[in-house]
């Protein structure tokens, strides 16, 4: 599963590196209108999208801010989060989820290796048979619990 995992991240890596990008042109557009302004009505659309994005990425430092605390370099996402937005919160989840689910898969993969080992432990006594359909029994209740 960890593999598949890792699989999936890497198309969702491509897509936020590309949104980023995008984001990135059009703040260098938003100061290139700032510094040199475009022709009108453009140059008034620019300046409206780029304040409505940058309140934006505002509302998304206080929604997501205790994630962000968490973060390794806090002030170095926020910084991030104002240019990149969502794209930067959202690369953030995804390295978490994928080091969770792969860490989440491990145990699961044990605790079934130790299930069927205990599976094939029959002690040959008068009842085998008996003992064997117990075992199996347990261990098929045991997977719809987990299920």
Not at 18 to 34: E, K, M, R
Not at 69 to 97: C, E, N, T, Y
Not at 112 to 122: G, I
Request: proline content about 3%; aromatic content about 6%; overall charge negative.
């Amino acid at each position: 599963m960890c593999g598949k995992t890792k699989l999936l991240g890497a198309g969702m890596k491509v897509i936020l590196a590309v949104g980023a990008a995008l984001t990135l042109l059009f703040w260098a557009a938003v100061v290139g209108n700032l510094l040199e302004p475009y022709a009108q009505p453009f140059s008034l659309l620019l300046n409206v999208a780029g304040a409505l994005v940058a309140a934006a990425h505002i509302v998304e430092l206080w929604h997501f801010r205790s994630q962000l605390q968490q973060s390794s370099s806090p002030w170095l996402s926020r910084a991030k989060v104002l240019v990149l937005g969502i794209f930067h919160i959202l690369a953030l989840k995804r390295d978490d989820s994928v080091s969770q689910a792969c860490v989440q898969t491990t145990p699961d993969a044990t605790a079934v290796a130790e299930q069927t080992q205990d599976a094939a432990k029959v002690e040959p006594e008068g009842d085998s048979h008996l003992q064997l359909q117990m075992q199996f029994e347990s261990m098929a209740e045991t997977k719809h619990e987990h299920a």
